[in-house]
């Protein structure tokens, strides 16, 4: 199938050379790249949806705000 696709001229530069280097064309290249991108996607999706829920907890809330550094470090020599 043909289409138009608007592509950066830096992209397009870099994308001849590539070809050009691997002998190939644009075309091939191009369609190579996509469907990595999108053979990735589809993997991510499906790792993504095997994967069970975090756990979740309760902190108790904070001890210490860590923007106030004295509150910190008294609360880091406590710990010790």
Not at 22 to 41: D, I, P
């Amino acid at each position: 199938m043909k289409t138009t696709l608007n592509i950066a001229d830096p992209v397009m530069r870099r994308l001849k050379e590539e070809a050009a280097r691997r002998n190939t064309t644009m075309s091939a290249l191009v369609e190579a790249g996509l469907r990595h991108v999108l053979g990735s996607a589809a993997a991510s999706r499906a790792r993504s949806e095997e994967l069970p829920a975090l756990p979740t907890w309760r902190s108790g809330g904070f001890r210490v705000d860590i923007d106030d550094r004295d509150a910190l470090y008294r609360a880091m020599e406590e710990d010790e």
